[in-house]
């Protein structure tokens, strides 16, 4: 049963059930979208309330009924326009109308066939679904249920929602009021109004919904151009990768030209991340663009819409992990996840999200930490679930880090202590898609290993602070290589593996000597790939002008001027040696 703010207005739905239509009333006008007055139409729509009827509502949020009544009942006539009909409405704007004025304006439509009034539905705060309602009794009613499973039958795959079906209802006001339309007449409820799963679906599939009910109305199809596309792009992307995107063509039977609106946003962390920059945004008739190389970032959101003129249609949106994956360094203090949401009663490391059906309740043997997102997507620890029972909510962003006793880096895990601050690399909470393996949980909040006790190597690799900085120019990988053998030290890829001879080694790659590790910084490569050339002249630049942050190993790569700064000498030292205007860099 939908819940009314206004008991006048329960009050005159009781007392005019049985209403037959009445002559047209002075002043009882119906109107275009554009809320100019338009009394001839082929087909009228009802925004349910209106005025000082607000209709049902969501406590919560204050969301109004007859808000979204109007909103869907206007995009509903635009698109009825669109496909060729005239459409008129009770209302334009938040008016007040009394019942019998509403349906009066409806009855005083040259030309009508068709009605449809437009609702939200409303009961105990858990249920949800789509239903349409109509009169079975008098003599349209056949062309009211033909009416009735069209709207519905357009409208569930449109909205996504529960099908809570067809509902025989001889005792409205509104449908009584109107009796006789040759089209058929009838009530639609778009969603509970007091759910949230409904309100998410309502304003996710909105465009989709509305354009079910104009084609339902009309009984055919307005065009496809308002169809959602299915965009195809790579679930992942290397940093200093572009990234082609592409999606189907849309028909249309419409006249006009099709445009797709798109836009790229990229994001520096997982989900409850704050820090984004817009990549691309604009407006093309192509299916295509190409997203430029980025050099830092975790994952895209890339969202396409169809348009025709100024209608659009739902939004598609395709998640992309961004940057490569990197396995944890060897030294470093890490947990390997074994799974997500995983079961209680098997021993093992998980990551518990809100997605969880239970709390997570253990015993004496589990340690649990319990994070929450920080805006530059890392996770502060708010509190730590020491040895013994528990029962433990997730809501919202936050994450439950879970390690049984018996599991590798529980000692970890049982360290931590509230405001340290993790990452977790691997996986994107909201779609549970992973990047790579392990998935884990790093707790040194940077993944620079502890130093080595070495002092030096030879007179071409130099250790710098916690860093060994190393000046071999177009060389093999097996002459860096050799700077470091004589001494029992290995050099490991960034995925855990030595490194051989036949492999590029660059900036970021581990030195190790099986027990502590420790950041390789080669002069003049801050990417990682082994040679200095304008990409890291272009790094350097950025990370001058304050455009992107370094890490510490690439910051000490492009620290290679006298000056020992990140700036534009040293951009031009490398632009130098790219070009063999100079065969070193200065030491």
């Known amino acids: 049963m939908k819940k009314i703010l206004s008991f006048s207005l329960t009050l005159c739905i009781v007392l005019t059930v049985f209403a037959i239509a009445p002559s047209m009333k002075a002043g009882a006008v119906a109107y275009k979208w554009d809320g100019t007055e338009q009394n001839t139409a082929k087909y009228v729509l009802d925004p349910g309330h209106g005025g000082t009827d607000p209709g049902a509502w969501h406590e919560a949020t204050g969301r109004l009924e007859k808000t979204d009544n109007l909103n869907a009942s206007i995009q509903i006539a635009k698109y009825i326009e669109m496909g060729g009909g005239t459409v008129s409405l009770t209302r334009a704007d938040?008016?007040?109308?009394?019942?019998?004025?509403?349906?009066?304006?409806?009855?005083?439509?040259?030309?009508?066939?068709?009605?449809?009034?437009?609702?939200?539905?409303a009961a105990n705060k858990v249920a949800t679904g789509l239903e349409t309602l109509y009169k079975d009794n008098g003599s349209n009613a056949a062309k009211n249920l033909a009416l009735a499973k069209r709207l519905q039958d357009k409208m569930l795959?449109?909205?996504?929602?529960?099908?809570?079906?067809?509902?025989?209802?001889?005792?409205?006001a509104m449908l009584n009021g109107t009796e006789g339309k040759l089209g058929g007449s009838a009530l639609i409820e778009l969603g509970f109004i007091d759910t949230v799963k409904d309100n998410e679906?309502?304003?996710?599939?909105?465009?989709?919904?509305?354009?079910?009910?104009?084609?339902?109305?009309?009984?055919?199809?307005?065009?496809?151009?308002?169809?959602?596309?299915?965009i195809t792009v790579a679930p992942s992307v290397d940093w200093n990768t572009p990234l082609d995107v592409s999606w189907n063509a849309i028909g249309t039977t419409l006249s006009g030209v099709v445009s797709y609106d798109y836009k790229v946003v990229k994001w520096d962390g997982?989900?409850?991340?704050?820090?984004?920059?817009?990549?691309?945004?604009?407006?093309?008739?192509?299916?295509?663009?190409?997203?430029?190389?980025?050099?830092?970032?975790?994952?895209?959101?890339?969202?396409?819409?169809?348009?025709?003129?100024?209608?659009?249609?739902?939004?598609?949106?395709?998640?992309?992990?961004?940057?490569?994956?990197?396995?944890?360094?060897?030294?470093?203090?890490?947990?390997?996840v074994s799974e997500i949401n995983g079961s209680q009663s098997v021993y093992g490391s998980y990551i518990w999200t809100s997605a969880a059906t239970s709390n997570f309740a253990a015993n004496k043997n589990w340690v649990a930490v319990l994070c929450s997102p920080n805006p530059d997507g890392t996770y502060n620890v708010d509190e730590v679930y020491p040895p013994g029972p528990k029962d433990v909510k997730i809501t919202g962003d936050n994450i439950l880090i879970a390690i049984h006793s018996s599991v590798d880096g529980y000692e970890y895990a049982a360290a931590l202590k509230e405001n340290d601050t993790v990452i977790v690399e691997g996986i994107y909470f909201k779609t549970n898609f992973t990047s790579g393996t392990p998935i884990y949980v790093l707790l040194d909040g940077e993944t620079i290993p502890p130093v080595l006790d070495i002092t030096s190597i030879d007179d071409k690799v130099?250790?710098?602070?916690?860093?060994?900085?190393?000046?071999?120019?177009?060389?093999?990988?097996?002459?860096?290589?050799?700077?470091?053998?004589?001494?029992?030290?290995?050099?490991?890829?960034?995925?855990?593996?030595?490194?051989?001879?036949?492999?590029?080694v660059g900036t970021g790659f581990i030195v190790t000597n099986g027990e502590d590790s420790y950041r390789l910084a080669i002069i003049g490569d801050l990417n990682g790939d082994g040679k200095a050339d304008a990409i890291d002249a272009s790094l350097v630049l950025q990370a001058d002008a304050k455009l992107i942050s370094l890490t510490t190993f690439e910051e000490a790569a492009?620290?290679?001027?006298?000056?020992?700064?990140?700036?534009?000498?040293?951009?031009?030292?490398?632009?130098?040696?790219?070009?063999?205007?100079?065969?070193?860099f200065p030491e």
């Not at 430029?292 to 249609?313: C, E, L, M, N």
């Not at 000046?471 to 093999?476: C, D, H, K, P």
Request: negative net charge.
């Open 94 to 121: 938040d008016a007040t109308h009394s019942l019998a004025t509403k349906y009066a304006a409806v009855n005083g439509v040259n030309g009508v066939e068709t009605f449809v009034c437009v609702h939200r539905n």
């Open 558 to 584: 492009g620290t290679i001027n006298s000056g020992a700064e990140i700036n534009a000498v040293a951009a031009s030292l490398i632009l130098q040696y790219d070009a063999n205007l100079i065969t070193e």
């Open 157 to 172: 795959p449109a909205s996504k929602m529960v099908d809570r079906g067809l509902k025989i209802r001889n005792d409205l």
């Open 270 to 336: 997982e989900v409850g991340c704050t820090n984004q920059t817009v990549v691309m945004e604009g407006n093309t008739t192509s299916t295509n663009f190409t997203i430029p190389a980025q050099i830092t970032g975790k994952y895209y959101t890339v969202s396409v819409k169809a348009r025709h003129g100024d209608q659009p249609a739902d939004t598609a949106t395709k998640t992309v992990m961004l940057g490569s994956y990197t396995a944890p360094a060897p030294g470093s203090r890490f947990i390997s």
């Open 201 to 230: 679906l309502f304003d996710e599939n909105f465009y989709a919904i509305c354009l079910a009910v104009a084609e339902a109305m009309m009984d055919k199809e307005i065009g496809a151009a308002m169809r959602t596309p299915e």
């Open 462 to 504: 130099v250790k710098t602070g916690n860093l060994f900085k190393c000046f071999v120019y177009s060389a093999t990988a097996a002459d860096i290589l050799a700077c470091f053998a004589e001494d029992g030290l290995q050099i490991m890829n960034l995925e855990g593996k030595a490194a051989d001879d036949a492999d590029i």
